[in-house]
T-cell receptor, first 114, second 115 residues
Framework: AQSVTQLDSHVSVSEGTPVLLRCNYS??????LFWYVQHPNKGLQLLLK??????LVKGINGFEAEFKKSETSFHLTKPSAHMSDAAEYFC????????????FGTGTRLQVTL | GAGVSQSPSNKVTEKGKDVELRCDPI?????LYWYRQRLGQGLEFLIY????????KSGLPSDRFSAERTGESVSTLTIQRTQQEDSAVYLC?????????????FGDGTRLSIL
């Protein structure tokens, strides 16, 4: 079965400093990996996706993630945090066997302080 | 509309009542999903519709939960005889087609509170 582990439930950074949100996955087949962001009282918005093309994936709002098969990781990074980045972030995995059924991590709440 | 639309945005009801939640997917999206998000948690898959195929109901937590979809348009999620543990945000998503590499587009959800 596939699974996702988000290593930090809460991350706090100062505005202008780098962001690192960690994600490890488990999948028996070639995985597709996604990061979604959820602002308060809103649905989820896709930040970026990995689907076996380039291992370094660039997304919206300056975020990027690197797929590392040897480490089974897909960490999300951003060079410089903005106040508007404060939200909940979900790492998500699917694979060929489970087709459209996504498996979500438990989320990381990002706090950005002045 | 441009995005996935869900209604109502909030629903408060008494234990034991039935509720019906509605989802309008993005036009042209053949796949539709329902998820449940409990407070402070990730999303739990409930049900998946793809075109005219039989839905994948493997995530429905009990027989009190059911969902319908008319063709490739509107879907309704019905919860009968609601219980307090049904309180959650119910999110709907649609995607252009099946396949794990198709990104899903989410509505803003229905926040359900059972008194």
């Amino acid at each position: 079965a596939q699974s996702v582990t988000q290593l930090d439930s809460h991350v706090s950074v100062s505005e202008g400093t780098p962001v690192l949100l960690r994600c490890n996955y488990s999948s028996s087949y070639s995985p597709s990996l996604f990061w979604y962001v959820q602002h308060p009282n809103k649905g989820l918005q896709l930040l970026l996706k990995y689907t076996s093309a380039a291992t370094l994936v660039k997304g919206i709002n300056g975020f990027e993630a690197e797929f590392k098969k040897s480490e089974t990781s897909f960490h999300l990074t951003k060079p410089s945090a903005h106040m508007s980045d404060a939200a909940e972030y979900f790492c998500v995995v699917s694979d060929l066997r489970t087709a459209s059924k996504l498996t979500f991590g438990t989320g990381t709440r990002l706090q950005v302080t002045l | 509309g441009a995005g996935v639309s869900q209604s109502p945005s909030n629903k408060v009801t008494e234990k034991g009542k039935d509720v019906e939640l509605r989802c309008d997917p993005i036009s042209g999206h053949t796949a539709l999903y329902w998820y449940r998000q409990r407070l402070g948690q990730g999303l739990e898959f409930l049900i998946y519709f793809q075109g005219n195929s039989a839905p994948d109901k493997s995530g429905l937590p009990s027989d009190r939960f059911s969902a319908e979809r008319t063709g490739e348009s509107v879907s309704t999620l019905t919860i009968q005889r609601t219980q307090q543990e049904d309180s959650a945000v119910y999110l709907c998503a649609s995607s252009l087609g099946p396949g794990g590499n198709q990104p899903q587009h989410f509505g803003d959800g229905t926040r359900l509170s059972i008194l």
